[in-house]
Protein backbone atom coordinates (compact mmCIF):
# COMPACT_ATOMS: atom_id res chain seq x y z
CA UNK A 1 0.00 0.00 0.00
CA UNK A 2 1.48 3.10 -0.89
CA UNK A 3 1.92 6.00 1.60
CA UNK A 4 -0.96 8.25 0.26
CA UNK A 5 -3.36 5.33 0.81
CA UNK A 6 -2.39 4.96 4.01
CA UNK A 7 -2.77 8.96 4.74
CA UNK A 8 -5.85 8.36 3.29
CA UNK A 9 -6.96 4.97 5.25
CA UNK A 10 -5.94 6.69 8.71
CA UNK A 11 -7.75 9.99 8.26
CA UNK A 12 -11.17 7.82 7.14
CA UNK A 13 -10.37 5.82 10.18
CA UNK A 14 -10.20 9.21 12.53
CA UNK A 15 -13.33 10.92 10.42
CA UNK A 16 -15.11 7.55 11.58
CA UNK A 17 -14.26 7.17 15.52
CA UNK A 18 -14.81 11.11 15.63
CA UNK A 19 -18.14 10.57 14.30
CA UNK A 20 -18.80 7.18 16.76
CA UNK A 21 -17.33 9.43 19.49
CA UNK A 22 -19.96 12.46 19.05
CA UNK A 23 -22.78 9.94 19.05
CA UNK A 24 -21.76 8.14 22.23
CA UNK A 25 -23.21 9.51 25.86
CA UNK A 26 -20.88 11.41 28.23
CA UNK A 27 -19.19 9.48 30.61
CA UNK A 28 -20.75 9.58 34.16
CA UNK A 29 -20.19 8.29 37.83
CA UNK A 30 -22.80 5.59 38.57
CA UNK A 31 -25.06 5.84 41.75
CA UNK A 32 -23.73 4.93 44.98
CA UNK A 33 -26.43 1.91 45.62
CA UNK A 34 -24.98 0.58 42.06
CA UNK A 35 -21.03 1.10 43.36
CA UNK A 36 -18.84 -1.20 44.65
CA UNK A 37 -19.46 -1.51 48.73
CA UNK A 38 -15.57 -0.85 49.07
CA UNK A 39 -15.79 2.39 47.55
CA UNK A 40 -19.21 3.82 48.22
CA UNK A 41 -18.72 6.75 50.01
CA UNK A 42 -15.90 8.20 48.49
CA UNK A 43 -15.06 11.33 46.66
CA UNK A 44 -16.21 11.08 43.22
CA UNK A 45 -14.29 11.47 40.32
CA UNK A 46 -13.74 15.35 39.79
CA UNK A 47 -13.78 17.02 35.82
CA UNK A 48 -9.61 17.66 36.65
CA UNK A 49 -9.63 14.01 36.39
CA UNK A 50 -11.34 13.60 32.82
CA UNK A 51 -10.60 10.06 30.95
CA UNK A 52 -9.20 10.15 27.78
CA UNK A 53 -12.06 8.74 26.03
CA UNK A 54 -14.55 11.18 28.14
CA UNK A 55 -12.17 14.02 26.70
CA UNK A 56 -12.89 13.03 23.36
CA UNK A 57 -16.57 12.06 23.38
CA UNK A 58 -17.26 15.54 25.09
CA UNK A 59 -15.34 17.13 21.59
CA UNK A 60 -17.73 18.25 18.90
CA UNK A 61 -17.36 20.11 15.72
CA UNK A 62 -19.40 23.09 14.97
CA UNK A 63 -22.78 22.54 13.79
CA UNK A 64 -21.62 23.69 10.63
CA UNK A 65 -18.95 21.36 9.76
CA UNK A 66 -19.91 18.80 8.04
CA UNK A 67 -17.43 16.12 7.42
CA UNK A 68 -18.21 13.03 5.27
CA UNK A 69 -15.99 10.35 3.25
CA UNK A 70 -16.37 7.10 1.08
CA UNK A 71 -14.25 3.84 0.11
CA UNK A 72 -15.06 1.99 -3.15
CA UNK A 73 -12.90 -1.47 -4.92
CA UNK A 74 -14.06 -2.57 -7.98
CA UNK A 75 -13.01 -6.02 -9.60
CA UNK A 76 -13.40 -5.80 -13.52
CA UNK A 77 -13.11 -9.09 -15.53
CA UNK A 78 -12.69 -8.58 -19.67
CA UNK A 79 -12.23 -10.62 -22.79
CA UNK A 80 -9.88 -9.35 -25.44
CA UNK A 81 -8.66 -5.62 -24.32
CA UNK A 82 -7.86 -4.37 -21.19
CA UNK A 83 -9.59 -1.52 -18.77
CA UNK A 84 -8.35 0.00 -15.99
CA UNK A 85 -5.45 -2.83 -15.68
CA UNK A 86 -4.47 -5.98 -16.49
CA UNK A 87 -8.32 -6.97 -16.49
CA UNK A 88 -8.34 -10.10 -18.49
CA UNK A 89 -7.61 -13.36 -17.85
CA UNK A 90 -7.71 -13.55 -14.04
CA UNK A 91 -9.07 -9.78 -13.79
CA UNK A 92 -8.63 -6.59 -12.12
CA UNK A 93 -8.51 -5.17 -8.81
CA UNK A 94 -6.80 -1.90 -9.93
CA UNK A 95 -10.31 0.39 -9.62
CA UNK A 96 -9.91 2.26 -6.26
CA UNK A 97 -11.44 5.24 -5.17
CA UNK A 98 -11.32 7.13 -1.28
CA UNK A 99 -11.92 10.25 -0.52
CA UNK A 100 -12.87 12.41 2.25
CA UNK A 101 -15.04 15.60 2.35
CA UNK A 102 -16.04 18.66 4.38
CA UNK A 103 -17.53 22.12 4.74
CA UNK A 104 -17.98 24.64 7.19
CA UNK A 105 -20.21 27.43 7.34
CA UNK A 106 -18.78 30.34 9.04
CA UNK A 107 -21.64 32.84 8.04
CA UNK A 108 -25.48 32.79 6.67
CA UNK A 109 -24.34 33.02 3.20
CA UNK A 110 -20.47 32.08 2.83
CA UNK A 111 -19.69 28.57 3.23
CA UNK A 112 -16.09 27.10 2.35
CA UNK A 113 -16.26 22.78 0.74
CA UNK A 114 -13.03 20.49 0.01
CA UNK A 115 -12.98 16.76 -1.07
CA UNK A 116 -9.59 14.75 -1.27
CA UNK A 117 -9.39 11.94 -3.32
CA UNK A 118 -7.06 9.13 -4.14
CA UNK A 119 -8.28 6.58 -7.03
CA UNK A 120 -6.49 4.16 -8.97
CA UNK A 121 -7.55 3.60 -12.50
CA UNK A 122 -5.32 1.44 -13.77
CA UNK A 123 -3.04 2.92 -16.26
CA UNK A 124 -5.58 5.93 -16.87
CA UNK A 125 -4.83 7.33 -13.58
CA UNK A 126 -1.64 8.53 -11.78
CA UNK A 127 -2.69 6.70 -8.27
CA UNK A 128 -2.54 9.76 -6.28
CA UNK A 129 -3.98 12.19 -3.71
CA UNK A 130 -5.58 15.46 -5.41
CA UNK A 131 -8.08 17.91 -4.95
CA UNK A 132 -11.46 17.27 -6.87
CA UNK A 133 -12.27 20.58 -5.58
CA UNK A 134 -12.38 23.12 -2.97
CA UNK A 135 -13.88 26.28 -3.17
CA UNK A 136 -15.41 29.63 -1.14
CA UNK A 137 -19.38 29.80 -1.98
CA UNK A 138 -20.74 33.23 -1.44
CA UNK A 139 -24.54 33.70 -2.15
CA UNK A 140 -25.67 37.07 -2.70
CA UNK A 141 -29.05 36.24 -2.69
CA UNK A 142 -31.11 33.68 -1.38
CA UNK A 143 -34.88 33.59 -0.32
CA UNK A 144 -37.91 31.39 -1.14
CA UNK A 145 -37.96 31.61 -4.78
CA UNK A 146 -34.32 32.89 -5.53
CA UNK A 147 -31.18 31.66 -5.21
CA UNK A 148 -27.45 33.84 -6.60
CA UNK A 149 -24.20 33.36 -5.58
CA UNK A 150 -20.53 32.77 -6.96
CA UNK A 151 -18.22 30.52 -6.08
CA UNK A 152 -14.07 30.48 -6.24
CA UNK A 153 -11.56 27.85 -6.32
CA UNK A 154 -11.59 24.72 -7.78
CA UNK A 155 -15.12 23.96 -9.52
CA UNK A 156 -16.95 21.11 -9.87
CA UNK A 157 -17.89 21.87 -14.12
CA UNK A 158 -21.69 21.60 -14.53
CA UNK A 159 -22.12 18.88 -17.23
CA UNK A 160 -24.54 16.73 -18.10
CA UNK A 161 -27.01 14.92 -15.14
CA UNK A 162 -24.11 12.91 -13.77
CA UNK A 163 -20.38 15.03 -14.06
CA UNK A 164 -21.18 16.82 -10.40
CA UNK A 165 -21.63 13.55 -8.65
CA UNK A 166 -19.34 11.50 -10.62
CA UNK A 167 -16.83 11.26 -7.76
CA UNK A 168 -19.42 9.92 -5.64
CA UNK A 169 -19.76 5.82 -6.45
CA UNK A 170 -22.83 5.99 -4.28
CA UNK A 171 -24.75 8.97 -6.75
CA UNK A 172 -23.62 7.20 -9.78
CA UNK A 173 -26.58 5.16 -11.51
CA UNK A 174 -24.09 2.22 -12.00
CA UNK A 175 -19.58 1.09 -11.55
CA UNK A 176 -19.18 2.66 -14.60
CA UNK A 177 -20.92 6.15 -16.07
CA UNK A 178 -21.58 5.81 -19.74
CA UNK A 179 -18.94 6.33 -20.98
CA UNK A 180 -20.07 7.98 -24.56
CA UNK A 181 -20.83 11.08 -22.34
CA UNK A 182 -18.57 10.68 -19.39
CA UNK A 183 -15.34 8.97 -20.73
CA UNK A 184 -13.32 7.82 -17.67
CA UNK A 185 -10.08 7.94 -19.24
CA UNK A 186 -10.32 12.48 -19.63
CA UNK A 187 -12.29 11.98 -16.05
CA UNK A 188 -10.20 14.98 -13.88
CA UNK A 189 -10.37 17.24 -17.24
CA UNK A 190 -14.08 16.60 -17.52
CA UNK A 191 -14.82 17.06 -13.21
CA UNK A 192 -13.77 20.06 -12.16
CA UNK A 193 -11.23 23.13 -13.18
CA UNK A 194 -9.86 26.13 -11.28
CA UNK A 195 -11.35 29.52 -11.69
CA UNK A 196 -14.98 31.15 -10.82
CA UNK A 197 -18.51 29.91 -10.87
CA UNK A 198 -21.70 31.72 -11.08
CA UNK A 199 -24.88 30.05 -10.39
CA UNK A 200 -28.28 31.00 -9.91
CA UNK A 201 -32.12 29.42 -9.33
CA UNK A 202 -35.58 30.21 -10.00
CA UNK A 203 -38.66 28.57 -8.18
CA UNK A 204 -42.15 28.91 -9.58
CA UNK A 205 -45.36 27.26 -10.19
CA UNK A 206 -44.48 25.88 -13.23
CA UNK A 207 -41.18 24.58 -12.08
CA UNK A 208 -37.31 25.53 -10.89
CA UNK A 209 -34.78 26.86 -13.41
CA UNK A 210 -30.92 26.18 -12.27
CA UNK A 211 -28.10 27.97 -14.26
CA UNK A 212 -24.44 27.40 -14.12
CA UNK A 213 -21.48 29.08 -15.72
CA UNK A 214 -18.41 28.56 -15.34
CA UNK A 215 -14.48 29.76 -16.31
CA UNK A 216 -11.92 27.88 -14.92
CA UNK A 217 -8.53 26.75 -16.15
CA UNK A 218 -8.52 22.68 -17.16
CA UNK A 219 -6.75 20.32 -15.28
CA UNK A 220 -4.93 18.22 -17.65
CA UNK A 221 -3.29 14.98 -14.88
CA UNK A 222 -5.00 12.36 -16.87
CA UNK A 223 -2.07 10.12 -18.46
CA UNK A 224 -4.12 9.25 -21.56
CA UNK A 225 -4.75 12.73 -22.79
CA UNK A 226 -0.94 13.52 -22.07
CA UNK A 227 -0.06 10.44 -23.96
CA UNK A 228 -2.43 11.61 -26.93
CA UNK A 229 0.60 14.58 -27.12
CA UNK A 230 3.56 12.62 -26.26
CA UNK A 231 3.10 9.61 -28.20
CA UNK A 232 3.60 12.00 -31.08
CA UNK A 233 6.04 14.68 -30.17
CA UNK A 234 7.68 13.09 -27.21
CA UNK A 235 8.25 15.02 -23.85
CA UNK A 236 6.68 18.03 -22.87
CA UNK A 237 4.28 19.84 -20.71
CA UNK A 238 0.66 19.64 -21.08
CA UNK A 239 -1.15 23.15 -19.73
CA UNK A 240 -5.00 23.86 -19.10
CA UNK A 241 -5.74 26.94 -20.85
CA UNK A 242 -8.90 29.20 -20.11
CA UNK A 243 -12.37 27.29 -20.37
CA UNK A 244 -16.30 27.38 -19.98
CA UNK A 245 -19.03 25.59 -19.33
CA UNK A 246 -22.39 26.68 -18.52
CA UNK A 247 -25.26 24.89 -17.90
CA UNK A 248 -29.19 25.57 -17.61
CA UNK A 249 -31.83 22.97 -16.34
CA UNK A 250 -35.21 22.97 -15.71
CA UNK A 251 -37.41 20.33 -13.42
CA UNK A 252 -41.04 19.82 -12.56
CA UNK A 253 -42.83 18.12 -10.06
CA UNK A 254 -39.71 18.05 -7.30
CA UNK A 255 -37.50 16.30 -9.87
CA UNK A 256 -40.03 14.10 -11.53
CA UNK A 257 -38.92 15.53 -14.68
CA UNK A 258 -35.28 17.11 -15.52
CA UNK A 259 -34.35 18.61 -18.70
CA UNK A 260 -30.97 20.41 -19.68
CA UNK A 261 -28.53 21.73 -22.10
CA UNK A 262 -24.80 22.26 -21.66
CA UNK A 263 -22.42 23.94 -23.66
CA UNK A 264 -18.51 24.06 -23.33
CA UNK A 265 -15.34 24.97 -24.82
CA UNK A 266 -12.21 23.09 -22.66
CA UNK A 267 -8.82 23.98 -23.83
CA UNK A 268 -5.38 23.17 -23.05
CA UNK A 269 -1.77 23.65 -24.65
CA UNK A 270 1.02 21.25 -25.03
CA UNK A 271 4.57 22.68 -24.83
CA UNK A 272 7.02 20.08 -26.20
CA UNK A 273 10.47 19.74 -24.89
CA UNK A 274 12.12 18.96 -28.49
CA UNK A 275 12.53 21.99 -30.82
CA UNK A 276 11.37 20.56 -33.68
CA UNK A 277 8.01 20.45 -32.55
CA UNK A 278 5.96 23.76 -32.19
CA UNK A 279 3.27 24.25 -28.97
CA UNK A 280 -0.01 22.32 -30.19
CA UNK A 281 -3.83 23.02 -28.69
CA UNK A 282 -6.74 21.22 -27.99
CA UNK A 283 -10.03 22.82 -28.15
CA UNK A 284 -12.84 20.40 -27.50
CA UNK A 285 -16.67 21.99 -27.92
CA UNK A 286 -19.42 19.85 -27.00
CA UNK A 287 -23.00 20.58 -26.51
CA UNK A 288 -25.03 18.05 -24.31
CA UNK A 289 -28.85 18.09 -24.46
CA UNK A 290 -29.93 15.68 -21.46
CA UNK A 291 -33.32 14.40 -20.35
CA UNK A 292 -35.20 12.37 -17.65
CA UNK A 293 -38.24 10.74 -16.46
CA UNK A 294 -38.57 9.40 -12.63
CA UNK A 295 -41.66 7.46 -11.37
CA UNK A 296 -42.12 6.13 -8.23
CA UNK A 297 -40.33 2.93 -9.04
CA UNK A 298 -38.68 3.04 -12.37
CA UNK A 299 -36.64 6.41 -14.21
CA UNK A 300 -35.62 6.62 -17.52
CA UNK A 301 -32.67 8.60 -18.74
CA UNK A 302 -31.16 9.89 -22.03
CA UNK A 303 -28.27 12.11 -22.87
CA UNK A 304 -27.01 13.09 -26.66
CA UNK A 305 -23.35 15.25 -27.14
CA UNK A 306 -22.25 16.69 -30.68
CA UNK A 307 -18.91 17.02 -29.98
CA UNK A 308 -16.02 19.14 -32.02
CA UNK A 309 -12.37 18.53 -31.32
CA UNK A 310 -9.77 20.91 -32.93
CA UNK A 311 -5.83 20.11 -32.79
CA UNK A 312 -3.81 22.67 -34.43
CA UNK A 313 -0.19 21.76 -35.01
CA UNK A 314 0.08 18.19 -33.95
CA UNK A 315 2.71 16.41 -34.59
CA UNK A 316 5.81 15.88 -37.30
CA UNK A 317 3.86 17.88 -39.43
CA UNK A 318 2.55 20.50 -37.47
CA UNK A 319 -1.24 19.43 -39.14
CA UNK A 320 -4.06 20.76 -37.74
CA UNK A 321 -6.96 18.19 -37.03
CA UNK A 322 -10.55 18.71 -36.26
CA UNK A 323 -13.94 16.17 -36.30
CA UNK A 324 -17.35 16.46 -35.65
CA UNK A 325 -18.23 13.18 -32.78
CA UNK A 326 -21.47 12.42 -31.85
CA UNK A 327 -22.43 10.07 -28.41
CA UNK A 328 -25.81 8.78 -26.59
CA UNK A 329 -27.31 6.88 -24.73
CA UNK A 330 -30.48 5.52 -23.33
CA UNK A 331 -30.88 4.11 -20.10
CA UNK A 332 -34.06 2.53 -17.52
CA UNK A 333 -33.96 1.89 -13.86
CA UNK A 334 -36.01 -0.01 -12.02
CA UNK A 335 -36.26 -0.36 -8.17
CA UNK A 336 -37.52 -3.63 -7.40
CA UNK A 337 -37.86 -2.58 -3.57
CA UNK A 338 -36.12 0.18 -1.40
CA UNK A 339 -32.61 -1.68 -1.32
CA UNK A 340 -33.00 -3.35 -4.67
CA UNK A 341 -32.31 -1.51 -8.01
CA UNK A 342 -31.92 -2.53 -11.54
CA UNK A 343 -30.72 -1.26 -15.10
CA UNK A 344 -30.32 -1.60 -18.71
CA UNK A 345 -28.15 0.61 -20.81
CA UNK A 346 -27.25 0.92 -24.01
CA UNK A 347 -24.43 3.40 -25.18
CA UNK A 348 -23.09 4.70 -28.15
CA UNK A 349 -19.69 6.41 -28.61
CA UNK A 350 -18.96 7.75 -32.52
CA UNK A 351 -15.50 10.32 -32.84
CA UNK A 352 -16.27 11.45 -36.35
CA UNK A 353 -19.54 10.82 -37.04
CA UNK A 354 -18.67 11.06 -40.55
CA UNK A 355 -16.69 7.24 -40.25
CA UNK A 356 -19.13 5.61 -37.94
CA UNK A 357 -17.48 2.36 -38.85
CA UNK A 358 -14.22 3.29 -38.80
CA UNK A 359 -12.85 2.59 -42.41
CA UNK A 360 -11.49 6.20 -43.23
CA UNK A 361 -9.21 5.76 -39.45
CA UNK A 362 -8.41 2.42 -40.51
CA UNK A 363 -6.93 3.66 -44.15
CA UNK A 364 -5.41 7.09 -42.57
CA UNK A 365 -3.41 5.12 -39.98
CA UNK A 366 -4.00 1.68 -40.21
CA UNK A 367 -5.26 1.21 -37.02
CA UNK A 368 -8.39 -1.17 -36.86
CA UNK A 369 -11.60 0.17 -38.01
CA UNK A 370 -13.01 -0.67 -34.56
CA UNK A 371 -11.63 1.73 -32.77
CA UNK A 372 -12.89 4.43 -33.98
CA UNK A 373 -16.45 3.87 -32.59
CA UNK A 374 -17.84 1.83 -29.17
CA UNK A 375 -21.33 0.76 -28.61
CA UNK A 376 -22.18 -0.81 -25.40
CA UNK A 377 -25.53 -2.94 -23.84
CA UNK A 378 -25.10 -3.15 -20.18
CA UNK A 379 -27.25 -4.35 -17.54
CA UNK A 380 -26.54 -3.96 -13.58
CA UNK A 381 -27.70 -4.69 -10.08
CA UNK A 382 -27.60 -2.41 -6.78
CA UNK A 383 -28.05 -3.82 -3.53
CA UNK A 384 -27.83 -1.20 -0.31
CA UNK A 385 -27.01 -3.68 2.17
CA UNK A 386 -27.22 -0.58 4.67
CA UNK A 387 -27.45 3.17 4.29
CA UNK A 388 -23.70 2.80 4.68
CA UNK A 389 -22.73 0.07 2.41
CA UNK A 390 -23.42 -0.74 -1.24
CA UNK A 391 -22.80 -3.61 -3.56
CA UNK A 392 -23.03 -3.86 -7.02
CA UNK A 393 -22.32 -5.85 -10.36
CA UNK A 394 -22.97 -5.36 -13.90
CA UNK A 395 -22.18 -6.84 -16.87
CA UNK A 396 -20.99 -4.98 -20.66
CA UNK A 397 -21.29 -6.66 -23.92
CA UNK A 398 -18.83 -4.12 -26.20
CA UNK A 399 -18.34 -3.93 -29.99
CA UNK A 400 -15.47 -1.22 -30.58
CA UNK A 401 -12.31 -0.01 -28.46
CA UNK A 402 -12.84 4.18 -28.94
CA UNK A 403 -13.24 4.26 -25.08
CA UNK A 404 -10.09 2.05 -24.06
CA UNK A 405 -6.84 3.58 -23.41
CA UNK A 406 -3.79 2.81 -25.50
CA UNK A 407 -1.44 2.85 -22.43
CA UNK A 408 -3.15 -0.35 -21.07
CA UNK A 409 -3.66 -1.80 -24.62
CA UNK A 410 -0.37 -2.01 -26.61
CA UNK A 411 -0.88 -5.28 -28.27
CA UNK A 412 -3.41 -7.10 -30.24
CA UNK A 413 -6.84 -5.92 -29.25
CA UNK A 414 -10.56 -7.37 -30.07
CA UNK A 415 -13.19 -5.37 -31.65
CA UNK A 416 -15.97 -7.84 -29.70
CA UNK A 417 -15.48 -8.11 -26.05
CA UNK A 418 -17.07 -8.47 -22.83
CA UNK A 419 -16.83 -6.40 -19.27
CA UNK A 420 -17.94 -7.56 -16.27
CA UNK A 421 -17.58 -5.35 -12.77
CA UNK A 422 -18.33 -6.26 -8.93
CA UNK A 423 -17.68 -3.03 -6.32
CA UNK A 424 -18.34 -2.64 -2.70
CA UNK A 425 -18.77 0.77 -1.23
CA UNK A 426 -18.48 2.39 1.71
CA UNK A 427 -19.60 5.87 3.18
CA UNK A 428 -19.80 7.92 5.79
Request: aromatic share 14%; with cysteine.
Amino acid sequence: MTDHRKILWKILAFSIAMQWLNTCPAESDPPESMQPSGIRGTAPRTSAEPSLLKSLSDWKLPETVQIHGFASQSYLHTTGNNFFGHSTNMGSLDFTEMGINGSWRPLTNLQTSMQVVYRRAGKTDNQDLRIDFGFLDYSFLSDAEHLAGVRLGRVVNPYGLYNDTRDMPFTRPSILLPESIYIDLNRNFALSGDGIQLYGEHRSAFGDFFLQINGVYTRTEDPTLKNFFTSAMGSGELEGEPSWVGRLMYEWDGGKVRLGVTSAKANARFNPDAAEFKSSSLSFEPILFSAQYNAEKWSLTGEYARRELNVSKFGPAAADLGMIGESYYVQGTYRFTSNWEGFLRYDAYYPDRSDRNGKKLAAAIGQPAYNGYAKDFTVGLRWDVSPSVMLRGEYHYIEGTAWTSELENTGNTAKYWDLFGLSVSFRF
